[in-house]
């Protein structure tokens, strides 16, 4: 089956640094991957959606010039958490469509990364 | 309100036992819809899809009811693996096909 991987899977930063996430799909291209946050005892929320060689679609109330987000081709997407607060810290969960899908719901979901800011 | 709905739980049993989860959704353009399972830190992963007629994959059924917006799963002969949180998750039509999330059903299955 399709895999998508995650790194790092955990990382533990000080308060004002800058944070990347890389999400690649390993065996299959993806034109578009997500981007979720999940804080403890709470759902999946949708950060933004990456789309290759074009800028990312942002939730309400998220805000890009604080999460960047680049997909520079069609296996690799990256998430940078730009000067990082305790607040930040959450489990970040990419997931990625592959290109030949004709299925909404057809994600496939990275391991996560669990960022902790102190 | 949020547009996706569980009984967060726990819900605890034993091995053998059958439950039932239930999800309501506030959109009625909602097209379509699933239910994933999460272990604890780790990512989501699907357990199957839900349709209109019902559908059964093993131990597991689930239901739609359209005019009442809401979704089940019902487990049966539960096992110690399935011990984990199960996410309804929701598309519709007018919303760039997102999924939308709820907050999940903890269940332990017990020895």
């Known amino acids: 089956g399709a895999v998508v991987s995650q790194h790092p899977s955990r990382v533990i930063c000080k308060s004002g640094t800058s944070v990347k996430i890389e999400c690649r799909s390993l065996?299959?291209?993806?034109?578009?991957m997500f981007w979720y946050r999940q804080f403890p005892k709470q759902s999946l929320m949708l950060m933004a959606t990456?789309?290759?060689?074009?800028?990312?679609?942002?939730e309400q109330g998220v805000e890009k010039d604080k999460f960047l987000i680049n997909h520079a081709s069609l296996t690799l997407s990256t998430l940078t958490v730009t000067s990082a607060h305790p607040e930040d810290s959450s489990f970040y969960i990419c997931?990625?469509?592959?290109?030949?899908?004709?299925?909404?719901?057809?994600?496939?979901f990275g391991p996560g990364t669990r960022l902790t800011v102190l | 309100r949020k547009e996706v709905e569980q009984d967060p739980g726990p819900f605890n049993v034993p091995e053998g036992a059958t439950v039932a989860f239930n999800c309501t959704y506030s959109?009625?353009?909602?097209?379509?819809f699933f239910w994933y399972r999460q272990d604890c830190r780790k990512e989501p992963k699907l357990l199957m899809s839900?349709?209109?007629?019902?559908n059964e994959d093993g131990r597991f059924t689930a239901q739609l009811n359209r005019a009442s917006q809401y979704i089940s799963l019902l487990i049966r002969d539960s096992k110690l693996s399935d011990s984990a949180t199960y996410l309804c998750?929701?598309?519709?039509?007018?919303?760039?096909?997102?999924?939308?999330w709820g907050l999940g059903t903890s269940l332990a299955v017990n020895p």
């Open positions: 065996d299959f291209q993806a034109t578009t």
């Open positions: 997931s990625a469509r592959p290109a030949t899908s004709s299925s909404y719901n057809e994600q496939f």
């Open positions: 959109n009625s353009a909602s097209q379509s």
């Open positions: 998750v929701v598309i519709h039509a007018g919303n760039n096909r997102k999924l939308i």
């Open positions: 990456s789309n290759e060689g074009s800028k990312a679609t942002y």
């Open positions: 839900v349709y209109s007629s019902g």
